[in-house]
């Protein structure tokens, strides 16, 4: 890295401008470009996808320019960014298994709801049977078709979480970094951009609680809470491994999973698989983080500020 190219003022402001193009892009083709209102909920999102990539570009090319490194070619600032090919399945598995350790609650519940169910299906049909085996399989694909084919489930589990990483970790961290912020005071100043550009839900979260600010205003301080905890997690994750896909699986998962179940009524089992799992989370969240578990030399690495090496 180049020194004295970029501030502190420079990368906030910089990072500032991102968050607020991200937003009020969603906004320009009927406040901007004057299209019409889309015919259908699908073309709306068909529309926002187009905008989310066209935010998530424009933030690469201008974090490019900001950024103080040695080489502008693409396979050096793929590595700034955290693109890359190596240790891809550490940067999938060990995150998610993480993230899911925080989900132990959920996951017990959901167990419990679908070994319920398989038993009153068993109980209707007989037993267990080729037909019953073979309905079962059936019902499992019709249900992967629909998610492939629901343009909602392509948002909440594609675009939202690669454009909002790329831009919000991927560019933004190493903005904050190479402008002379301390990484753990990134950790906790980059999710403050994350959660601001939530507050484009406040118009949709006002309409569904029937007009009523005081309602609306808890559900999106609820929302931005829960995003200021994510996006803390989710830029430890990029700034540890120094991989993209990291903070992409925990995002994608969280997505799926929504707010962890912390209690159910009449299973204390949840409780205590919840807490186990916070307590295995917070036992393994270093560890499992290592950046020697993400980089062959961390010694020569080519990530911002070293940052990899530990440094």
């Known amino acids: 890295m180049e020194d004295g190219a970029l501030t502190k003022p420079v990368a906030v402001v910089a990072c500032v401008a991102m968050a607020s193009f991200f937003v009020g892009i969603l906004y320009a083709p009927t406040l901007i470009l004057r299209l019409p209102p889309p015919s259908s909920y699908e073309i709306f999102l068909i529309r926002r ?3 989310a990539a066209i935010s998530s570009v424009a933030s690469v090319v201008v974090s490019a320019l900001l950024l103080p490194i040695k080489s502008r070619e693409a396979s050096y600032l793929f590595g700034v960014y955290g ?3 190596d240790h891809i399945w550490q940067a999938l598995v060990f995150p998610l298994s993480l993230t899911a350790l925080m989900y132990a609650g959920s996951l017990t519940l959901k167990s419990l709801l679908l070994i319920n169910s398989l038993r009153e299906d068993m109980n209707c049909s007989g037993g267990l049977s080729f037909d019953y085996i073979k309905s079962i399989s059936q019902e499992v694909v019709a249900s992967m078709r629909s998610i492939a084919s629901n343009v909602l489930h392509w948002r909440n589990y594609v675009v939202a979480p690669v454009t909002e990483e790329l831009v919000f970790r991927a560019c933004m961290v190493p903005l904050l970094l190479c402008g002379g912020f301390q990484k753990y005071t990134v950790i906790f100043l980059c999710p403050i951009f994350f959660s601001l550009s939530h507050l484009s839900h406040l118009m949709d979260v ?3 609680q029937k007009n009523n600010w005081i309602r609306a205003s808890k559900v999106i301080g609820l929302q931005l809470g829960y995003t200021v905890v994510f996006g803390s997690y ?3 994750l990029f700034i540890q491994t120094g991989h993209f896909l990291a903070p992409v699986v925990a995002h994608v998962f969280c ?3 929504g707010l962890p179940v912390l209690v159910s009524p009449g299973k204390g089992i ?13 036992w393994l969240l270093f560890p499992i983080t290592n950046s020697a578990l993400y980089n062959d030399r961390t010694d020569n690495c080519r990530c911002w500020q070293g940052y990899c090496s530990g440094n």
Request: with cysteine.
């Open 234 to 236: 989710a830029s430890f």
């Open 206 to 208: 006002y309409i569904k």
């Open 255 to 257: 997505n799926i999973m």
């Open 83 to 85: 693109i890359r090919t």
């Open 270 to 282: 949840i409780s205590v698989a919840f807490l186990a799992g916070m307590l295995g989370f917070l």
């Open 49 to 51: 996808f187009i905008c």
